[in-house]
């Protein structure tokens, strides 16, 4: 069975530019998360939702970011205009009923220069 | 303000030896706790979770201890292998919400 898949691999680009993160859960997963790591904060959760719907987005840093889920097999997290300080790794997992066992994807490497 | 808290940013341990991994959290209301695991350039995955109802949880070579008053959490890997050389997370949560995650502990397991 596939796992999370998440797009691209890696990004780097310039401080201003636009950035969209995909991700595709796990089919038949209803939560679905967007995570940050860094080496100051660990892993940071951005924004869940549960069955498509938006559930708690208070760890977005800023209005600068924002997140979709049009269908249950599709997200995308959009940095806008990206900044060197967003340079991370975005990870998306998804879970069935919130068990806390997450499935993560393999992560966005995301570069700003 | 972490909530969960993973103050040992590396450990090695030698192969056959006990690794003994410690995470603190601050929020008296987490009652369920978790363990994940992440090799590089791969996601994080689960390997064991205790609820607060209990003081321990093993699995084969993982076990995990809660102590509820002192507010920690810690993970026994015996005996240590090489390929448990990784960075491993502790989780919390409150009532199926959101789970916190620490910093994370390197762990090398030196052959």
């Known amino acids: 069975d596939a796992g999370v898949i998440q797009s691209p691999r890696h990004e780097v680009t310039e401080m201003g530019q636009e950035v969209t993160l995909r991700c595709k859960p796990i089919?038949?997963?209803?939560?679905l998360f967007w995570y940050r790591q860094t080496m100051m904060r660990g892993l940071e959760l951005l924004i869940y939702?549960?069955?498509?719907?938006?559930?708690?987005d208070s760890g977005m840093p800023e209005d600068r970011f924002s997140a979709k889920m049009p269908n249950a097999s599709f997200s995308t997290l959009k940095i806008q205009p990206s900044e060197p300080r967003d340079s991370a790794v975005y990870f998306c997992?998804?879970?069935?009923?919130?068990?806390?066992?997450?499935?993560f994807g393999e992560g966005s490497r995301l570069t700003v220069l | 303000d972490q909530q969960v808290k993973q103050n040992s940013p590396s450990l090695s341990v030698q192969e056959g030896r006990i690794s003994i991994l410690n995470c603190d959290y601050t929020?008296?209301?987490?009652?369920?706790f978790l363990w994940y695991k992440k090799y590089p350039a791969e996601g994080p995955t689960f390997l064991i979770s205790?609820?607060?109802?209990?003081d321990k949880n093993e699995d084969g070579r993982f076990t995990v201890f809660l102590n509820k008053s002192a507010k920690h959490l810690s993970l026994h890997i015996v005996p240590s292998q090489p390929g448990d050389s990784a960075v491993y997370f502790c989780?919390?949560?409150?009532?199926?919400?959101?789970?916190?995650f620490g910093t994370g502990t390197s762990l090398t397991v030196i052959p």
């Open positions: 997992a998804s879970s069935f009923r919130n068990t806390g066992e997450l499935f």
């Open positions: 089919s038949g997963h209803d939560y």
């Open positions: 939702f549960n069955n498509n719907v938006p559930i708690d």
């Open positions: 929020n008296s209301m987490f009652d369920y």
């Open positions: 205790i609820s607060s109802i209990k």
């Open positions: 989780a919390a949560s409150a009532f199926g919400n959101q789970f916190y």
